[in-house]
């Protein structure tokens, strides 16, 4: 099956940032091949920086859908394609997604803060 890889955020971001989140993104789909494993939902990895405008971040959260209603596959004429919603985590919130289900992790980190705001914006 093929997966991809989807990060949403509030707000605009400069070509510098974007070209920033992309080879964050690109080097995460990497990951299966080099490591000779999946990923999927509920799968944390650790990056080796932080996760551009989230400041704070060095890992990320692959989540399924974030309502009932999302979407976890597309259809394609090549088979189904798993969506893989990337969520970047502070080694805080990575310690206490290990000691929960994903499903409650996420809705706990959802309730707490705006998943989608980059962490660092107002702090510019």
């Known amino acids: 099956m093929t997966t991809l890889l989807d990060i949403w955020?509030?707000?605009?971001r400069s070509e510098?940032?974007?070209?920033?989140?992309a080879t964050v993104l690109a080097n995460l789909a990497?990951?299966?091949f080099i490591?000779?494993?999946s990923f999927g939902w509920g799968h944390?990895?650790?990056?080796?920086?932080e996760f551009p405008t989230f400041k704070g971040c060095n890992a990320v959260f692959f989540s399924g859908p974030f309502?009932?209603?999302g979407w976890g596959f597309i259809k394609t004429s090549e088979g189904?394609?798993?969506?893989?919603?990337?969520?970047?985590?502070?080694?805080?919130?990575?310690?206490?997604?290990?000691?929960?289900?994903?499903?409650d992790f996420l809705q706990s980190l959802m309730e707490e803060l705006d998943i989608f705001e980059g962490r660092d914006r107002g702090s510019e």
């Open 9 to 12: 955020q509030s707000g605009l």
């Open 16 to 21: 510098k940032e974007e070209h920033e989140i």
């Open 30 to 32: 990497l990951t299966p």
């Open 35 to 37: 490591n000779n494993a």
């Open 44 to 49: 944390m990895i650790g990056l080796n920086r």
């Open 67 to 69: 309502t009932k209603k």
């Open 80 to 103: 189904l394609v798993k969506i893989l919603n990337v969520v970047p985590l502070t080694e805080a919130e990575r310690a206490r997604a290990r000691s929960m289900n994903p499903i």
